[in-house]
C-alpha cells in the first residue's frame, strides 16, 4: 500500500503519507521524466534510495493539485527545498517506513515523521528543556512527539542556527489535545506556531502551518 493518505489541511495547504513498500527502481520510474535522480541514486545507501525516491514521487503526486507545470525542486542556502518557478511552500520528510510531504500555495510549513523508538529518550537531555522533560516524563512516545515537533519547527524557521534546547520552545495547548504552541526564538526572532501532531503505523507525525496572524 504506498499511497497511504492525501489530506486537505485547508484551502491552500495539501499532506501526503506514503507507506515505503516498493523497491528504489519501481519508485525511479514512477517520477516525472524531467526530474533527473541519477546523481543522488548513484551515491547513497539503498535504503536511503528508496526513502528519497517514495518522498519524491509523494511530492509529485501532490504537486498535481497545484499545477501541471514539469517543475524541478531545488534546494536554498540553508537547505529548504522549494520551487524557484512556483509561488508554492513545501516541506519532506521520510524514515525507514514511511514518508510524508506538506504542500501550500499560500503558507509556510515544515513536517516530521518519526518512527517512535527509544532512541530519542537517551539524547532527551540534548534537546528537552526542564519543562519539557516534564512534559514528557520520561515517556518514549512523548519523547520521541517532542523530538519531531521541534525538527518541524526547525524546518518551518528553515534559517539554521537554532538549537533545539534553547531557541525552541514546546508545552501543550489548552484548547486541543493534539496541537503544541511552539515558540521560536532568538537574540532577534521569535514567534509562535502551532504544532499539530498524532500517531500513525507506529510513527509520530507532525506539522505545522505558518498561518496564525500575530
Not at 529518550?121 to 512527539?145: I, N, P, Y
Amino acid at each position: 500500500m504506498p499511497l497511504f493518505q492525501t489530506r486537505q489541511l485547508d484551502e491552500h495547504t495539501l499532506l501526503g503519507l506514503w507507506t515505503l513498500t516498493e523497491q528504489a527502481e519501481e519508485l525511479l520510474h514512477a517520477l516525472p521524466p524531467h526530474l533527473d535522480a541519477s546523481e543522488f541514486i548513484h551515491a547513497a545507501h539503498p535504503k536511503r534510495q528508496q526513502e528519497w525516491l517514495a518522498s519524491r514521487v509523494l511530492l509529485y503526486d501532490l504537486l498535481r493539485h497545484f499545477t501541471d507545470k514539469p517543475l524541478a525542486l531545488h534546494r536554498n542556502a540553508t537547505g529548504k527545498p522549494f520551487f524557484p518557478e512556483a509561488g508554492l511552500h513545501v516541506s519532506i520528510t521520510h524514515s525507514p517506513e514511511m514518508a510524508a510531504v506538506i504542500l501550500s500555495s499560500k503558507y509556510e510549513v515544515g513536517i516530521d515523521i518519526e518512527l517512535i523508538s527509544p532512541k530519542a529518550l537517551r539524547v532527551a537531555g540534548k534537546f528537552l528543556s526542564e519543562q519539557e522533560r516534564g512534559f514528557t516524563a520520561g515517556d518514549e512516545q512523548q519523547t520521541c512527539l517532542y523530538w519531531s515537533a521541534k525538527e518541524t519547527l526547525y524546518k518551518l524557521y528553515s534559517k539554521k542556527r537554532l538549537l533545539f534546547k534553547e531557541n525552541l520552545k514546546l508545552e501543550p495547548a489548552a484548547t486541543c489535545t493534539n496541537l503544541l504552541q511552539g515558540l521560536v526564538q532568538t537574540d532577534n526572532f521569535s514567534k509562535l506556531y502551532h504544532v499539530y501532531f498524532e500517531t500513525i503505523e507506529n510513527h509520530v507525525l507532525t506539522y505545522s502551518i505558518d498561518n496564525i496572524i500575530d
